[in-house]
């Protein structure tokens, strides 16, 4: 039994760990995400900025507003880069490991309890998959009637 508690220690850390490890690189992808977004954003204005002034003058203050719009497309895509190469660190991998060793772990403890539980399971299934639906099929369409009546009265 020790052991069992054990191996449900263990997976209890390594599920905890993914998980912290999972919930940091969301989190951190989705920041990048958004201030990849923002400079969009800041691009986009610059870009119709830059467009504004070509239309008004012709030359001008034109080519440094579309430089400046360029930037941040190129900055924007930098970032949304980073946010793709974001990977999890080392500690993800050793506890998908040790994870996945506690799960062995844990279904060789249980295999014989299994083994040896295994008649009453096949003795309490079949009986009651029978026996259920013909018992409780009158008994809700009784409550159901019974509710009705006490309704219309």
């Not at 034109?62 to 895509?77: E, N, P």
């Not at 506890?95 to 403890?109: N, P, Y």
């Amino acid at each position: 039994m020790q052991l069992i508690l054990r191996h449900l220690r263990v997976l209890w850390r390594a599920e905890r760990v993914i998980a912290e490890t999972r919930l940091r690189i969301m989190l951190r992808r989705s920041m990048l995400y958004a201030f990849a977004g923002l400079i969009a954003v800041f691009g986009l204005g610059m870009l119709n900025v830059a467009a504004y002034f070509f239309l008004a003058e012709r030359w001008g203050a034109i080519w440094a507003a579309l430089a400046a719009a360029l930037g941040d497309f190129v900055i924007a895509a930098l970032v949304v880069g980073v946010a793709l190469a974001t990977r999890p660190g080392p500690e993800m991998a050793a506890a998908l490991e040790l994870r996945e060793i506690s799960v062995e772990g844990l279904e060789a403890e249980l295999a014989p309890l299994q083994e040896r539980f295994a008649w009453l399971t096949r003795a309490t299934r079949d009986p009651l998959d029978t026996v259920l639906p013909a018992i409780l099929v009158p008994l809700v369409t009784s409550i159901v009637r019974g509710l009705r009546k006490s309704k219309s009265d």
